[in-house]
């Protein structure tokens, strides 16, 4: 980027054929990925799945073990991190202790030699609403104030792409939500794209227009957050984006327009152009607030599936919906939200309930169901520790 | 840190308020005692010593109370190349301990970070001078240096140095010393700064425009100025009292002698005790001067 000058608009980012592996494991195979020019775009993922690895590839923080990284339809792939027009707000913020708040977000314009870099720089922590703090030093800030200097830091050098790496993480719900809003405004306001990783699907279904979740360095599916919410691709998006009722079954028929799958015995129909595979076994799922739940059988009529009878499990209220866990034979536990129309819970735990859903609703996978466990294990290592401290102490009671 | 001697009394800490109590005394006293008897005391007794005057018709050595404020402007006359001799070697020597220290630290603390056991045998390194006698090592380096050595003679033929000269007895070698003999003592506080520096500042700075000398410069310098100061003091204050290096027993010669050789051979050899202390006051003050004047124009209260 010239020195002097601000980018005039955003710049669109492609990854091409990017890997990145570290001695012992790679982070990122094989990824392609285009990020329109003034996007708010979202990469999301479990932890450990790459994706903080590629923000700091398109920082230039790291170096890609192959593939080409092109910003506004520059080959970046070789450029130093200090020469590329790329800003981050980094998880950590870090925000220079040495310096006072304004210091610190004048620091980058004052690299560029822009003019009048402090008032620039007081305007930038005007937006974030920090001004009155222009004099203090970061670690008198609150958490929530040093994140918000930092994307002031960020945002001031108005950077052609914008990485945010989690940067709402240190924030409590209230102060999430009014950051998130502020962001997006921010971002329609200035016009520049922004390249948001989280693990956070709310946050990235809220902010982002389009969504692309990544699992164990490849991109499982990309689209708009409705999209990618009313028709996941996979297992792995259906129970990360949300939560799913999913359901494996051999197709019995297929007409036109919808395909017939068995499900322990149940006749259940899905529309064939929300269906990836249309034969053999498959995988289909729905999503819980789609179901409806009925303490007597429900009568069949076209184009809505029923199932059950089965036993209510459980019964988790909480404000605005009910979730209600329902087993049922053959089938396995079926999860349901309920919309708190009546005051409380309808169904008592050990009621005999059935659950029916539109047809339209439902939705088929592409994964073999073989060849995938219904959930990813995504434990992290704290929680295998305590899991395996806990079996080993009963071993040791038995004994 | 022995920076903390310094430390300036105006940096606000935050602590919780503390219930006074006469433990904290009691653990304070064989300090303060210590402290009495073996620093205030000596002090003391070398500010009388400073104004003593010589007895009438007495013998060499022999002084009496008095107030004889003049013997500080004889030694100021007499002495004053030996004093400038001091600082100025101290300056040279802090300034080459500083440049070779801090990439030595830099390279232990933060490029060796991934490699432990690395970082671990150069910190050794670092300290295994210390298992030798200070006297011994400076002592082989006058051997080192002597004039038929391969070095010499190297530098002779190389043109370096004239045929006639000798390298020891000059302030080269003098310097040369006392930036040996301190280098750890620079290199470990400095250390101990990097070692803690988070390398995420400064990937923040390459993100924010500033190429590797901007970043340095104003992100990892300022960072680590904490070490600097107390390696600098470190190396500083001892290095104007050397005598040793300096001394013509070792690497110096009447002409490189510092203030302490001076200290020493009216001590010891011409027994005028009262020029003596009263060379050791002004050291003392002197250096009580320049440090404060560092001190306070670094500014390094906000850093600690």
Known sequence: MAIGTF??????????????????????????????????????????????????????????????????????????????????????YALFPHMTVLENVAFGLRRRNIADALGKAHEGLRLVELDHLAARKPQQLSGGQQQRVALARALVNRPALLLLDEPLGALDLKLRRQMQLELKAIQNEVGLTFLHVTHDQEE?????????????????????????????????????????????????????????????????????????????????????EKLLLHTAPPEPSVGTNVLGPGRVTDVSFSGVSTQYQLAIPGVGVVVVFAQNMVFGPVVHEGAEAWVSWTVDHSFGLADVPEALPRFEADTDTATIATQVRHKLLAEIEES | ?????????????????????????????????????????????????????????????????????ENYFAVVQDYWPQFLRSFGYALVATFFALIISYPLAYFIGVTARPWPLAQAILLTLVIAPFFISFLLRTFAWKQLMAEDTPFVQGLKALSILAPDANLVGTPFAVIFGLTYNFIPFMTLPIYVTLERLDTRYLEAGNDLYAGPLSTFLRVTLPLSLPGIVSGTLLTFIPAAGDYINASSSFLGSASTSMIGNVIEANFIDLLDYPVAAALSVLLMGIILLIVGLYVRRVGTEDLL
């Open chain 2, 1 to 69: 840190m022995a920076f903390a001697a310094f430390g300036s009394s105006t940096a606000p800490v935050e602590q919780a308020p503390r219930r006074r109590s006469g433990i904290a005394l009691i653990l304070l006293a064989p300090g303060l005692a210590y402290l009495a008897l073996f620093f205030l005391t000596p002090l003391i007794s070398l500010v009388i010593t400073s104004v003593q005057a010589p007895v009438e018709f007495g013998d060499v050595g022999q002084f009496q109370n008095a107030f004889k404020i």
């Open chain 1, 204 to 288: 990235a279904m809220t902010m982002a227009d389009t969504v692309a979740v990544l699992n164990k360095g490849r991109i499982e599916q990309m689209g708009a957050p409705e999209e990618l919410y009313e028709l996941p691709r996979t297992a792995f998006v259906a129970n990360f984006l949300g939560q799913s009722n999913l359901f494996t079954g051999a197709v019995t028929s297929s007409s036109g327009s919808s395909i017939v799958v068995d499900v322990a015995g149940v006749k259940v129909e899905v529309p064939s152009a929300r269906a990836q595979r249309h034969v053999g076994l498959v995988t289909i799922g729905v999503r819980p």
């Open chain 1, 7 to 92: 980018a005039e608009a955003g710049a669109d980012l492609e990854l091409i054929g990017i890997n990145k592996r570290f001695p012992g494991f790679t982070a990122i195979d094989e990824l392609d990925l285009t990020v329109p020019a003034g996007s708010f775009f979202a990469l999301l993922g479990p932890s450990g799945c790459g994706k903080t690895t590629t923000l700091r590839l398109v920082a230039g923080l790291e170096e890609p073990t192959a593939g080409r990284i092109l910003i506004g339809g520059k080959d970046v792939t070789k450029v130093k991190t200090f020469k590329r027009p790329v800003n981050t707000v980094f998880q950590s």
